[in-house]
């Protein structure tokens, strides 16, 4: 089944605890993207990925970083949680950017104490 | 990235038509697209329209793009609870998608 998997799906921390937020997808995609879902400002994109080791910036980089060593797998670090980072995370998936069969993991609820 | 704007909040009763609208700003995006979230899930790809088309229709669904105002359109015919959700409009501008607020649909019985 094609799917893009994250982990955790839930999660509660405290400020400065660093933390990972991992990301799979099945598909031999290129483009791999992070956004976070905040209410009313709708999805905003954090980091995407072109294809392995290649990696830009998005929307709203600060308090991030990817990586991109394997085609599969786009991991999201929090070197340094802080409050404002509490949000809900979704990895996303697809040949190319914005491509029709653009598929989205199930999300990450991060809470940061 | 650019700005794409909805409204926050539509509400409407079973069997009536919904239309949700959006605006964008990148006149050279290529695709527009919606997307629908359901409560507690992650965002569906619902329908999409290439950038030289004005209009197309999927089933209930009706795109509606105009390109001269920037304004895309939703247009859900016989509208049901199971739409109940929030929709988004987004746009491709270089190698990012850019997504609106969203529009949060509630259907009333």
């Given at each position: ?34 956004y976070r879902q905040?209410?009313?400002l709708g999805l905003r994109q ?13 929307d ?30 979704f ?7 914005g ?15 | 990235g650019e700005d794409v704007e909805q ?15 959006c605006?964008y ?8 697209y919606w997307y629908?979230q ?5 965002l ?42 929030i929709y988004f409009c987004a746009e491709?501008?270089?190698?990012m998608l850019t997504f609106g607020g969203g ?7």
């Amino acid at each position: 089944e094609a799917q893009v998997t994250q982990n955790p799906r839930y999660l509660i921390t405290v400020t400065g605890k660093k933390l990972t937020v991992t990301c799979s997808q099945n598909m031999n995609h290129e483009y791999m993207s992070w956004y976070r879902q905040d209410p009313g400002l709708g999805l905003r994109q954090i980091y995407y990925s072109m294809n392995v080791e290649v990696t830009d910036k998005g929307d709203v980089p600060e308090g991030y970083k990817v990586s991109r060593k394997e085609k599969r797998n786009f991991p999201l670090i929090l070197e340094s949680p802080s409050p404002n980072q509490t949000s809900l995370y979704f990895c996303a998936s697809s040949f190319r950017p914005g491509g029709l069969t653009q598929y989205f993991g199930p999300g990450t609820r991060l809470t940061v104490l | 990235g650019e700005d794409v704007e909805q409204s926050l909040f539509l509400s409407v009763r079973e069997g009536d038509s919904s239309v949700i609208n959006c605006t964008y700003t990148d006149s050279s995006s290529t695709y527009l697209y919606w997307y629908k979230q359901e409560p507690g899930a992650g965002l569906q790809l619902l329908t999409y329209i290439f950038s030289n088309m004005d209009m197309k229709q999927d089933q209930r669904l009706t795109v509606l793009l105009n390109k001269k105002d920037k304004h895309l359109s939703l247009r859900i015919a016989d509208t049901q609870t199971g739409d109940s959700a929030i929709y988004f409009c987004a746009e491709i501008a270089g190698n990012m998608l850019t997504f609106g607020g969203g529009t949060r649909l509630m259907v009333k019985p």
